[in-house]
C-alpha cells in the first residue's frame, strides 16, 4: 500500500528543513534529511514503503536493517501527526 501527503496540508522547504501545517493548525518541522527526502519523494508521486527503502538505500550510506528500522519509524510518526496517510488498495 503506498503513501501519500495528507490532504489538505500546507508545506514549505526552507534551508533544508521541512515545514508543514495540518488542518488542526499544528506545525510540524522535519530537519533530519532522510526525513525531508522522504517527504519530498512521497510529495512527487505516492509510495509503497519498498520503493522508499530502495530509495534510501540507494540515497543513503546506511545498512539496510537501520534504514528499515529508521523509515518505519519516521513513517509511523508521520502517518501519526497527519501528514502523510497510508492508502487503501481499490476494493473489488
Same mark, same amino acid.
Given at each position: 500500500?503506498?503513501?501519500? !501527503? %495528507?490532504?489538505? #496540508? %500546507?508545506?514549505? $522547504?526552507?534551508?533544508?528543513? #521541512? /515545514?508543514? $501545517? &495540518?488542518?488542526?493548525?499544528?506545525?510540524?518541522?522535519?530537519?533530519?534529511?532522510?526525513?525531508? /527526502? &522522504? /517527504?519530498?519523494? $512521497?510529495?512527487?508521486? =505516492?509510495?509503497?514503503?519498498?520503493? !522508499?527503502?530502495?530509495?534510501?538505500? =540507494?540515497? /543513503?550510506?546506511? =545498512?539496510?536493517?537501520? %534504514?528499515?528500522?529508521?523509515?518505519?519509524?519516521?513513517? %509511523? &510518526?508521520?502517518?501519526?501527526?497527519? #501528514?502523510?496517510? #497510508? &492508502?487503501?488498495?481499490?476494493?473489488?
Amino acid at each position: 500500500m503506498p503513501y501519500r !501527503l %495528507a490532504n489538505p #496540508l %500546507a508545506w514549505r $522547504i526552507v534551508e533544508e528543513q #521541512l /515545514f508543514a $501545517i &495540518t488542518p488542526d493548525g499544528m506545525l510540524h518541522v522535519v530537519e533530519e534529511p532522510p526525513g525531508v /527526502f &522522504t /517527504f519530498l519523494r $512521497i510529495a512527487k508521486q =505516492e509510495a509503497t514503503y519498498q520503493q !522508499l527503502l530502495d530509495a534510501w538505500l =540507494e540515497e /543513503f550510506d546506511v =545498512e539496510r536493517p537501520q %534504514a528499515q528500522n529508521d523509515l518505519s519509524e519516521f513513517l %509511523a &510518526t508521520m502517518v501519526a501527526k497527519k #501528514l502523510l496517510v #497510508l &492508502t487503501s488498495p481499490p476494493s473489488d
